[in-house]
């Protein structure tokens, strides 16, 4: 990955890519609420943690991405514009869509919301990835990881993280259903297919078979 912050390389375009993958991905997880068929794993615990402490679920995301931020300390992961531009613009954008989408509707167009969504997200994880200014803190939560304990490798640490979240969201009244399933299932090609084709080059990678940005987790 290139120099986490660096925006001497083309900073106009990753500045621009940055954000609108930030958005794209507040607006993927409204859509996957609003279908009511099953969020993924992570949304899964915010929206359980919104339901116990009646805080709304933006500002349920925004705080759970900053308690994860802390957890990067011990693991020593440097946070980067993008790292933080995470914690504070998919929040308030999951809030703005979610006053804007009427809940309900009949099955056809919960299923379409649920699919458009997960593809959405892998779009957006592409984009906000592909820019190289910095993971969110669930990703840096995954690769720190991974990083001080190079015998574990990033699909069960990844499986772990995820197992823990669906469990710890669903003990607290968040929703798993068939659109859990298919987020889990969809999200890691969705991501491989989207971050290679946004991802922003480096001229320090020429030649060199660097992958920009892991898929998100």
Same mark, same amino acid.
């Given at each position: ?109 919960? +299923?379409? &919301?649920?699919? %458009?969504? $997960?593809?959405?997200?892998?779009? !957006?994880? /592409?984009?906000? @990835? *592909?820019?190289?200014? =910095? ?18 490798? +990033?699909? &069960?640490?990844? %499986?772990? $993280?995820?197992?823990?979240?669906? !469990?710890? /969201?669903?003990? @607290? *009244?968040?929703?798993? =259903? ?40």
């Amino acid at each position: 990955m290139a120099a986490i912050g660096n925006l001497r390389h083309r900073p106009v375009r990753r500045l621009t890519q940055l954000y609108l993958g930030l958005a794209l991905y507040g607006i993927s997880m409204a859509l996957m609420i609003r279908s009511g068929l099953g969020l993924n794993p992570w949304d899964v615990f915010h929206q359980g943690l919104s339901e116990r402490t009646g805080l709304s679920f933006g500002t349920v995301t925004i705080a759970v991405g900053a308690v994860v931020l802390l957890l990067w300390i011990p693991l020593r992961q440097r946070p980067g514009l993008g790292t933080v531009s995470n914690v504070v613009v998919i929040g308030l954008v999951v809030d703005a869509t979610l006053a804007l989408l009427p809940a309900g509707g009949p099955l056809w167009i919960r +299923i379409g &919301l649920l699919v %458009t969504g $997960i593809v959405a997200n892998g779009a !957006a994880t /592409g984009l906000y @990835l *592909g820019a190289r200014l =910095g993971p969110g803190p669930r990703d840096g939560l995954m690769t720190g990881f991974v990083a001080r304990r190079p015998h574990r490798s +990033i699909r &069960l640490v990844r %499986t772990v $993280i995820e197992i823990t979240v669906l !469990a710890l /969201g669903f003990l @607290l *009244g968040g929703t798993a =259903g068939i659109g859990t399933v298919a987020y889990a299932l969809a999200i890691g090609p969705l991501a491989q297919f989207f971050v290679p084709l946004f991802a922003v080059a480096d001229p320090g990678d020429v030649g060199t078979g660097r992958v920009a940005a892991q898929p998100a987790g």
